[in-house]
């Protein structure tokens, strides 16, 4: 399983066509942790519109503590064999998870 952590800080304009690389793969044995880190802009609302989706954790911060802060609660969160840091402003090309799996 590969655990995809996804640091965010006002990335709204984004945000959905990265978490939207992701969920598009061909793979299905992933997760994805949204680490929200006190945006200013729409992002904890985006967020919040993939609490139903099984495949997607949502970890919200009180404060703001920075990009490398979040990545590490990610991965406290995380439950795969690998994980894979994504950008929130950041996408993945098809078929990575298969190439990534190969290695």
């Known amino acids: 399983m590969f655990s995809v952590v996804i640091p965010i800080y006002n990335s709204a304009n984004y945000l959905v066509e990265s978490v939207s ?3 598009d793969q061909d793979y ?3 997760e994805i942790i949204l680490v ?3 945006s200013t802009d ?3 609302e985006i967020c ?3 609490k139903n989706n099984r495949q997607i954790s949502i970890l919200y911060n009180e404060v703001n503590i920075g990009v490398g802060p979040s ?3 990610g991965i406290l969160q995380a439950i795969g064999d690998y994980v894979i840091f994504l950008d929130s402003d950041d996408c993945l090309y098809n078929g990575c998870f298969d190439g ?3 290695l």
């Open 28 to 30: 299905d044995n992933v």
């Open 21 to 23: 690389s992701v969920l």
């Open 71 to 73: 990545r590490n609660l």
């Open 42 to 44: 729409r992002s904890a």
């Open 36 to 38: 929200e880190d006190k």
């Open 100 to 102: 990534l799996e190969k």
């Open 48 to 50: 919040n519109s993939y």
